[in-house]
Structures are given as structure tokens and as C-alpha cells.
């Protein structure tokens, strides 16, 4: 079982940056497709990221393109997400998951399995 562990979460001015980290510790394969979600109260969790297996392939939304970037180290069994020019808009809980099936990389919250717990990002103006 893979239980993903999201961390780097604060409070940031408009503009900034943070970086994200999810992590799994233990016996745990961390050879699987990995996603970072987002969720704001009173919206729908949204699609932010995601990464193959192997991490050749990344994937994200289009409010995002260019402004985040995600990577991955599977020896460390480390999913990283850089956040840079942040708005305020950005401000959400920002989950991190894991998908199994490694023949797709989905961007829907159905298409994964393993989930964390969130840290929260707050973008002030």
C-alpha cells in the first residue's frame, strides 16, 4: 500500500514562490503515476500536475503551465512541486496522489487510488 505524504505548505505574497513535497516512507513502491490535486472551498477538486512512472512524462492544467513545475526521484520516493509567480487564485488545499495502473496518466480525481492528507497554500495580495 503506498500512503502519500504532502508537505511545504504556507502562507506566501502574491508573486512567490513555494515548493511542495510528497513522500512515502517504509516498504512502499513508489514507481507509480503521481498527481497533485487542488481544492478550494466551494469548487470542485481541481487538476494541477501530474507525472509518469518513470517521469518522462508531465502533464498540467493550463492555469498552471509555466508557472509550476513537477518532478519526481524515485530512489528518494519524492514527488516535488514548484510553485512560482503564485496568485492569489492559487490559494487552495493541494493534495498529492498515486495511481497504480502505470499505462496512462489521467487528470481526473477517479483516476487515482492513494491519496494524502493536503497542505494548504495561501496566496495574500
Known amino acids: 500500500q503506498v500512503q502519500p505524504v504532502e508537505s511545504g505548505g504556507g502562507l506566501v505574497q502574491a508573486g512567490g514562490s513555494l515548493r511542495l513535497s510528497c513522500a512515502a516512507s517504509g516498504r512502499t513502491n513508489w514507481n507509480l503515476v503521481m498527481g497533485w490535486f487542488r481544492q478550494s472551498p466551494g469548487k470542485e477538486r481541481e487538476f494541477v500536475a501530474a507525472?509518469?512512472?518513470?517521469?518522462?512524462?508531465?502533464f498540467y492544467a493550463d492555469s498552471v503551465k509555466d508557472r509550476f513545475t513537477i518532478s519526481r526521484d524515485n530512489a528518494k520516493k519524492t514527488v516535488d512541486l514548484q510553485l512560482n509567480s503564485l496568485r492569489p487564485e492559487d490559494t487552495a488545499l493541494y493534495y498529492c496522489a498515486a495511481r497504480r495502473d502505470p499505462s496512462t496518466v489521467p487528470m481526473t480525481s477517479a483516476g487515482y487510488d492513494y491519496w494524502g492528507q493536503g497542505t494548504q497554500v495561501t496566496v495574500s495580495s
Open positions: 507525472i509518469s512512472s518513470g517521469g518522462i512524462r508531465t
